[in-house]
């Protein structure tokens, strides 16, 4: 069985949708950027460490663990602190293209299919990958990121929208997979699970 190490709803309906069928258990770190650290450089360890806090207590599972970043001027934005700062991410995001990076990883105990890979070490038995899609926002007015804040649905998002929500508004266009923006770049985790014997 495939354990999701995310509380995500939307992450759940992409694999859903998917016929990917996975049970719940979100892990709980510290989901902050290290000083010096790079884009899917962040976003990939950040998987990586969810999946494996999770896989600690589930040794027998899959555990796919995800985490998205919006970069913008080399700038890691994640989630919002607050109002401010989502209007501050919005702002910055107004009328231009940035980057969309969800890093992912399957750990399980299989390493490709090994009987005997129960014994390698966990980090024999991670795969990690990130997905980059670009996306481009048109001009918002102030008034309309205040609007759009006051809703709440900025609030527990990467960048502080959501491209399958209001938000959709104001992206003419996209350069890659557009599930990868909604929080999971499907065909590449159902590759990687495909892989490991885990679908």
């Not at 510290?30 to 896989?55: H, N």
């Not at 663990?65 to 080399?74: H, N």
């Not at 390493?111 to 980090?123: D, K, N, R, T």
Request: proline share 6%.
């Amino acid at each position: 069985m495939l354990i999701l190490a995310s509380a995500s709803p939307r992450r759940q309906e992409l694999l859903r949708n998917a016929g990917i069928p996975f049970t719940v258990q979100p892990a709980d770190i510290d989901e902050s950027p290290r000083v010096g650290e790079g884009a899917q450089e962040c976003a990939e360890r950040l998987a990586r460490e969810k999946a494996l806090t999770v896989f600690q207590g589930h040794p027998q599972s899959y555990v796919l663990g995800a985490d998205t970043i919006v970069v913008v001027d080399d700038t890691i934005l994640g989630k919002p602190r607050d109002v401010n700062d989502a209007v501050r991410m919005l702002r910055l995001l107004s009328g231009r293209t940035h980057a969309v990076i969800t890093g992912v990883c399957v750990v399980g105990p299989d390493a490709v299919g090994s009987v005997v890979s129960c014994q390698l070490p966990v980090a024999s038995r991670t795969e990690t990958a990130s997905e980059t899609t670009l996306v481009t926002f048109c001009e918002i007015s102030e008034s309309e990121i205040r609007d759009y804040v006051a809703t709440g649905e900025p609030m527990d998002k990467a960048g502080a929208y959501g491209i399958q929500g209001i938000a959709s508004r104001w992206i003419p266009r996209i350069e890659g997979d557009y599930s990868n923006v909604v929080g999971l770049p499907v065909a590449r985790v159902y590759a990687m699970l495909r892989e490991r014997g885990a679908v």
